[in-house]
């Protein structure tokens, strides 16, 4: 998972893919009835040693760019073509950033601000850094404009603006219009830790940009005429091919929408990335052999494993904005399963209905709250404790609701703090990060959670289940059977056929058999709201 609400920064090559083609899939070789059940935690942790064996021959990470990442995908291809599909890549270029840490400087004077944090794809300082400079706020403390601005001349100082209202690299450009040599962006979540912005990529006429939490940045604008800054960033910015990686089962019902499930496949450079996000590539890679493995859905189910989300999303975000509007209209729904293994975890659904938190910074696509429900329905049928977390755009499922598709998903947590309640709820350690080997090479299979696993295993196949409808076993044939005062009735003997005109027998089969299969996909639906997995 990205550590930033990012957006899209990258180019494509030539068309690309738009989606992967559907694929005849081999007649059900295992009972349809099964499938939750087959998506199992064990099958998961073999794929994830597979990802774990591919860091260790390749430099301890799976990044974009990298060998390691290219056998990634190459694993997951291969897995994929035994079970019966067809893949394809989706090649895009994305620009990835490195901040030399061993220079960079942020020190304030006159307010208690120990450390900021570079914004993502923020210039560098120029020759001779940024050395005790003062402070300067616009009228509007958002400063997103020139109106914002309100006629304040910032010229050689550095803005102090709030969060809100426009994007980063908006208050970044306003404030250079306005004169400043830096711009220093405070939250507006108290609960915040810190800020990690992002200003969507290399944006000409912008100045370094720094986040700092609600509480720092308050500090700052109460002090502000005594504040100065002494400023250091050295970046460099490089542009990596890369690609996502799709493919799509056929559907019965080729005309009720596609559903689509998403994980990114990419680990930082830091480390192999097994909880992030080999846990989510290895659930959905699983749900994808086990659907093949039970037949034709009743709707396609379309898979991508996403590049380049460390970077700011990427791929998924490409993949959006390349659609047409009747093919996004194409997806009825999108699931997003990244990080589903923290060793001290949480079981968390994205909060699309609100119901905890505020979606204030994304607009939650109509659809979505029913597609937490199905999550949150599940978990309580087998009395497995959840929560909400954020609907906030962090992971690839941003494209999607940009571009108003259905969404939800699943999550273990990252680098936040587990709470005495939560502990209560799931066991583990409160105090401590969900995962504290988030982002660090301490990503391994040693450090991921089996039962974390094993239990959104259950309800990713779930809900792949009720959305695209796993056949059951069929019915047994239904024969009509005639009325006493049927012609014939009593001899046992069907009436013959006139030479002309229609039969009323197939209308009376065809009615039966909508009946029943109409009752048996009540049935069936009922089954998997309601059955638990041991």
């Known amino acids: 998972m990205g550590r930033h609400t990012r957006r899209l920064l990258a180019a494509g090559l030539g068309a690309g893919v738009i989606f992967a083609a559907a694929t005849a899939l081999p007649a059900a070789a295992e009972d349809p009835a099964d499938f939750d059940e087959r998506?199992?935690?064990?099958?998961?942790?073999?794929?994830?040693?597979?990802?774990?064996?591919?860091?260790?021959?390749?430099?301890?990470?799976?990044?974009?760019?990298?060998?390691?990442?290219?056998?990634?995908?190459?694993?997951?291809?291969?897995?994929?073509?035994?079970?019966?599909?067809?893949?394809?890549?989706?090649?895009?270029?994305?620009?990835?950033?490195?901040?030399?840490?061993?220079?960079?400087?942020f020190e304030v004077t006159g307010a208690d601000v120990p450390d900021g944090v570079p914004m993502e794809f923020t210039p560098g300082t120029p020759s001779g850094a940024i050395v005790d400079v003062a402070a300067v706020a616009p009228a509007t403390a958002t400063g997103c404009d020139a109106t914002e601005w309100g006629g304040v001349d910032a010229t050689g100082l550095v803005a102090v603006v709030s969060r809100g209202v426009c994007p980063f690299s908006a208050k970044s450009l306003a404030a250079a219009e306005a004169g400043a040599v830096a711009v220093v962006i405070y939250d507006n979540d108290p609960a915040a830790e810190s800020l990690n912005g992002t200003l969507g990529g290399p944006t000409p006429g912008t100045v370094p940009s720094i986040g700092v939490t609600l509480a720092e940045g308050q500090a700052l604008v109460a002090a502000l005429d005594d504040v100065t800054f002494t400023i250091t960033i050295d970046e460099e910015t490089t542009s990596v091919d890369t690609f996502n990686v799709l493919a799509q089962s056929p559907?019965?019902?080729?005309?009720?929408?596609?559903?689509?499930?998403?994980?990114?496949?990419?680990?930082?450079?830091?480390?192999?990335?097994?909880?992030?996000?080999?846990?989510?590539?290895?659930?959905?890679?699983?749900?994808?052999?086990?659907?093949?493995?039970?037949?034709?859905?009743?709707?396609?189910?379309r898979f991508a494993w996403w590049g380049a989300e460390e970077v700011g999303l990427v791929g998924s975000t490409y993949y959006t904005s390349s659609l047409t509007d009747e093919e996004i209209a194409e997806i009825s729904a999108y699931l997003n399963f990244d990080m589903v293994g923290s060793p001290n975890y949480v079981i968390a659904t994205?909060?699309?209905?609100?119901?905890?938190?505020?979606?204030?910074?994304?607009?939650?696509?109509?659809?979505?709250?029913?597609?937490?429900?199905?999550?949150?329905?599940?978990?309580?049928?087998?009395?497995?404790?959840?929560?909400?977390?954020?609907?906030?755009?962090?992971?690839?499922?941003?494209?999607?609701?940009?571009?108003?598709?259905?969404?939800?998903?699943?999550?273990?947590?990252?680098?936040?703090?587990?709470?005495?309640?939560?502990?209560?709820?799931?066991?583990?350690?409160?105090?401590?990060?969900?995962?504290?080997?988030?982002?660090?090479?301490?990503?391994?299979?040693?450090?991921?959670?089996?039962?974390?696993?094993?239990?959104?295993?259950?309800?990713?196949?779930?809900?792949?289940?009720?959305?695209?409808?796993?056949?059951?076993?069929?019915?047994?044939?239904?024969?009509?059977?005639?009325s006493p005062s049927d012609p014939g009735s009593a001899s046992g003997a069907q009436p013959a056929l006139a030479a002309t005109g229609s039969d009323p027998a197939p209308a009376v089969l065809v009615g039966g058999a909508l009946v029943l299969g109409g009752l048996v996909l009540a049935l069936a639906l009922g089954r998997r709201r309601t059955t638990a997995r041991p």
Request: net charge negative.
């Open 39 to 105: 998506v199992s935690a064990a099958a998961i942790m073999e794929h994830l040693q597979a990802l774990q064996d591919i860091a260790d021959a390749n430099g301890g990470t799976r990044a974009i760019g990298t060998p390691g990442y290219e056998a990634s995908a190459a694993y997951i291809e291969s897995v994929l073509a035994s079970a019966g599909y067809e893949t394809e890549r989706q090649p895009f270029v994305a620009n990835t950033q490195t901040i030399d840490q061993g220079t960079y400087v």
């Open 251 to 301: 559907g019965v019902d080729e005309t009720g929408g596609v559903v689509m499930i998403g994980a990114h496949l990419d680990s930082v450079p830091e480390g192999p990335g097994i909880n992030d996000n080999g846990s989510g590539s290895a659930a959905i890679l699983e749900t994808a052999v086990q659907l093949a493995a039970s037949g034709t859905p009743q709707h396609p189910v």
């Open 350 to 482: 994205y909060d699309a209905d609100e119901s905890t938190f505020p979606a204030d910074d994304v607009e939650v696509p109509e659809g979505s709250a029913e597609l937490e429900a199905i999550f949150t329905d599940w978990f309580d049928s087998v009395g497995q404790p959840h929560i909400d977390t954020p609907f906030d755009g962090r992971s690839d499922y941003q494209g999607f609701i940009d571009a108003g598709v259905p969404s939800s998903g699943l999550f273990t947590g990252a680098e936040d703090i587990k709470t005495a309640e939560e502990a209560a709820l799931f066991g583990g350690t409160a105090g401590a990060a969900y995962d504290p080997n988030y982002h660090q090479p301490g990503d391994t299979i040693e450090n991921v959670s089996v039962e974390a696993i094993g239990i959104n295993a259950a309800a990713i196949a779930h809900a792949v289940d009720v959305l695209a409808v796993v056949p059951d076993p069929a019915p047994a044939p239904v024969v009509p059977v005639p």
